[in-house]
């Protein structure tokens, strides 16, 4: 009998032709229909599916310490194969095969898995230098492994659109990649494109978005429409 710590939970595109389980076959092509469709606005996104740079990580319930261990595990795989690619676009979808019942439901769920990580790591790594660590700073990420993230969240729930999905998940994406592609003169274009397509898939402009260093990217994270009077929950318990 395979242990906890041996149950596969990181798959690349290429292990799934492959693979027997249809459960995991499944979630590859949720995850492939949602990019594929003509219609769907991100196109960094889509560059990754078109050439397999991208990482998938299935796992049971959020915010659980067995999910938590893997997801973290798989997190660190995924961030040095990124550097070690020198990739614009290889990114990380991590689902969750736990229902959520609501948006709100789901914004719970997700800095409850985000705090979990960080906090079973914050011991040993420190946050990544180039961001911040109170969520209400305009220039504030989440940092894993020392490693800066924008991450979007998707569920069945999501009264967006874009963030729709069968399953609860969380796409990370390295800040070091957005700002590669500012570096070379390709930021401002694609962000304009996947904005223009974003509000034709959805009939409107996302609320939410804001870009970085232009108010806080935590209300981002979730999908949902915050209030004004939002606080969010994480708290890195570093000092300033």
Same mark, same amino acid.
């Given at each position: 009998?395979?242990? !906890? ?11 799934? %032709? ?15 229909? $949602? ?7 991100? &196109? ?11 990482? &998938? ?37 991590? &689902?969750? +095969?736990? +229902? ?15 705090? $979990? ?5 914050? @011991? ?5 230098? *180039?961001?911040?660590?109170?969520? %209400? ?15 979007? *969240?998707? @569920? ?18 390295? @800040? ?12 401002? !274009? ?22 970085? /260093?232009? /108010? ?6 979730? /999908?949902? $429409? &915050? ?9 890195? *318990?570093?000092?300033?």
């Amino acid at each position: 009998m395979r242990t !906890n710590s041996e149950v596969r939970t990181y798959f690349e595109s290429e292990n799934i %032709e492959n693979c027997e389980d249809g459960r995991i076959k499944n979630i590859f092509q949720n995850v492939n229909e $949602k990019i594929s469709d003509p219609m769907y606005p991100c &196109v960094g996104a889509k560059a990754a599916l078109n050439s397999n740079q991208y990482r &998938v990580g299935i796992y049971g319930a959020m915010g659980a310490e067995e999910t938590t261990l893997q997801l973290g595990a798989d997190l660190k795989r995924y961030i040095t194969e990124v550097k070690d690619a020198d990739s614009d676009y290889l990114s990380m979808i991590a &689902v969750f +095969e736990e +229902e959520v019942d609501s948006e709100i439901d789901f914004e719970n769920k997700l800095w409850l898995q985000l705090q $979990k990580l960080h906090d079973s790591e914050k @011991h040993d790594y420190q946050w990544d230098q *180039g961001v911040s660590h109170n969520p %209400e700073d305009n220039d504030f990420s989440f940092s894993f492994f020392e490693t800066a993230f924008f991450i979007v *969240g998707l @569920h069945p729930y999501a009264s967006r659109e874009a963030r729709k999905f069968k399953y609860p998940a969380l796409a990370f994406n390295l @800040h070091r990649q957005f700002e590669k592609l500012r570096e070379n003169d390709q930021y401002e !274009n694609m962000k304009e494109v996947i904005r223009k397509r974003d509000k034709a898939y959805d009939g409107s402009t996302n609320p939410m978005l804001k870009d970085f /260093g232009d /108010g806080s990217e935590a209300p981002q994270y979730s /999908g949902r $429409k &915050v209030e004004k009077n939002w606080k969010c929950p994480f708290h890195a *318990g570093l000092d300033s």
